[in-house]
């Protein structure tokens, strides 16, 4: 399958930063890989219009799971699509932590985005405490249940591993840590959704940088990676992407 290298912005990016993306279709306008940034809200439509006829799709970082309403400050999945957006970011454990998002919310938000037509980027991942209490699989497994819709399919649906605590940190797992949950994560999609699972993309997330990109590309069942850090910059997030 082709791999994906996902960009997630988070709250970082006024105008000035729309430089880096003409930079980086500049440096990588045929990648070898499917390319996407998720920028702040503000900054969707125009990334888009940069982005339009090139490999860069656009994501959002987060949806409500209603179609529209009296949600202040929230966005609706048909709202990114008219924005620009092909993908959507969910669950990710800073909203799990900052907004006490839970998996049924998640599940419900991921719903949301597919009949809008979005792919859903639906994030798990163990704290450091979870991980040194001996639960990261059990957490995982529970994440992943209750996060992924039962309509989830290869071409809706990616999954992204991101250890809490390799998040921003400059840690990450070692590869055989990140090989034996990308494998329970296949082992447990297949369980539930039969062949097609093969075909679900698993990102790998967690203080991705080009120094260790190939090698974490390398290992089984990693199919891509969610960056944080080194998206903001084209020639970081350029070298990633050369590196899937
Ligand atoms: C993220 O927040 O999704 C992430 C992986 O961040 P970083 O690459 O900065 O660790």
Same mark, same amino acid.
């Given at each position: 399958?082709?791999?994906?290298?996902?960009?997630?912005?988070?709250?970082?990016?006024?105008?000035?930063?729309?430089?880096?993306?003409?930079?980086?279709?500049?440096?990588?306008?045929?990648?070898?890989?499917?390319?996407?940034?998720?920028?702040?809200?503000?900054?969707?439509?125009?990334?888009?219009?940069?982005?339009?006829?090139?490999?860069?799709?656009?994501?959002?970082?987060?949806?409500?799971?209603?179609?529209?309403?009296?949600?202040?400050?929230?966005?609706?999945?048909?709202?990114? +699509?008219?924005?620009?957006?092909?993908?959507?970011?969910?669950?990710?454990?800073?909203?799990?932590?900052?907004?006490?998002?839970?998996?049924?919310?998640?599940?419900?938000?991921?719903?949301?985005?597919? +009949?809008?037509?979005?792919?859903?980027?639906?994030?798990?991942?163990?704290?450091?405490?979870?991980?040194?209490?001996?639960?990261?699989?059990?957490?995982?497994?529970?994440?992943?249940?209750?996060?992924?819709?039962?309509?989830?399919?290869?071409?809706?649906?990616?999954?992204?591993?991101?250890?809490?605590?390799?998040?921003?940190?400059?840690?990450?797992?070692?590869?055989?840590?990140?090989?034996?949950?990308?494998?329970?994560?296949?082992?447990?999609?297949?369980?539930?959704?039969?062949?097609?699972?093969?075909?679900?993309?698993?990102?790998?997330?967690?203080?991705?940088?080009?120094?260790?990109?190939?090698?974490?590309?390398? +290992?089984?069942?990693?199919?891509?990676?969610?960056?944080?850090?080194?998206?903001?910059?084209?020639?970081?997030?350029?070298?990633?992407?050369?590196?899937?």
């Amino acid at each position: 399958m082709r791999k994906l290298a996902a960009g997630n912005w988070k709250m970082n990016g006024t105008a000035a930063a729309l430089a880096e993306v003409q930079a980086l279709l500049a440096a990588h306008p045929a990648p070898a890989c499917d390319m996407l940034l998720c920028p702040p809200a503000t900054l969707m439509s125009r990334m888009a219009d940069l982005a339009r006829g090139t490999a860069l799709r656009i994501g959002g970082q987060d949806c409500h799971a209603a179609a529209s309403g009296a949600h202040t400050g929230d966005i609706a999945a048909a709202m990114l +699509v008219d924005a620009g957006a092909s993908h959507v970011i969910l669950g990710h454990s800073e909203r799990r932590a900052d907004h006490g998002e839970t998996d049924s919310l998640v599940n419900a938000k991921a719903v949301a985005a597919l +009949v809008a037509g979005l792919i859903a980027v639906i994030c798990v991942g163990e704290t450091e405490a979870e991980r040194d209490a001996g639960t990261t699989l059990d957490v995982i497994g529970t994440q992943l249940a209750g996060s992924v819709p039962d309509a989830a399919t290869p071409d809706t649906v990616v999954i992204a591993y991101e250890p809490v605590w390799a998040i921003g940190t400059g840690r990450t797992p070692t590869l055989s840590e990140i090989a034996e949950v990308h494998g329970f994560l296949r082992a447990r999609l297949t369980a539930r959704f039969g062949q097609a699972a093969a075909g679900m993309r698993l990102l790998y997330g967690g203080s991705v940088k080009p120094s260790n990109a190939a090698e974490i590309f390398a +290992v089984p069942h990693v199919d891509g990676a969610l960056v944080g850090g080194a998206s903001l910059k084209a020639a970081d997030f350029g070298a990633i992407v050369a590196a899937l």
